[in-house]
């Protein structure tokens, strides 16, 4: 006969931050500033202004998109970023 364990693939524990917390870098909450100062800034102007690498920009920038706290709205163009969780601009 087959048997199969159950096997957790996480634990939480009393020290946990809530699952609906996004978990912010420094960098991402610096660059969440300036979008919400300015938010048709392009990712090579925040590389210029951060002294990072673009792909480091991109990286930052979607793992704020997978975390819900900003959004793309336009073209590629003309398009702006707009902060969904102005929550996170105090942490």
């Given at each position: 006969m087959?048997?199969?364990?159950i096997?957790?693939?996480?634990?939480?524990?009393?020290?946990?931050?809530?699952?609906?917390?996004p978990?912010?870098?420094?960098?991402?909450?610096?660059?969440?500033?300036?979008?919400?100062?300015?938010?048709?800034?392009?990712?090579?102007?925040?590389?210029?202004?951060?002294?990072?690498?673009?792909?480091?920009?991109?990286?930052?920038?979607?793992?704020?998109?997978?975390?819900?706290?900003?959004?793309?709205?336009?073209?590629n163009?003309?398009?702006?970023?707009?902060?969904?969780?102005?929550?996170?601009?105090?942490?």
């Amino acid at each position: 006969m087959l048997r199969l364990e159950i096997i957790p693939l996480f634990y939480i524990s009393e020290k946990s931050t809530p699952f609906s917390t996004p978990i912010m870098t420094k960098m991402e909450q610096s660059i969440l500033t300036v979008i919400n100062e300015k938010n048709s800034i392009t990712r090579e102007e925040l590389a210029n202004l951060f002294n990072i690498s673009v792909n480091a920009i991109k990286k930052h920038i979607k793992n704020l998109k997978q975390k819900g706290i900003i959004e793309r709205k336009g073209n590629n163009r003309s398009g702006r970023r707009n902060v969904l969780d102005n929550t996170s601009l105090n942490s």
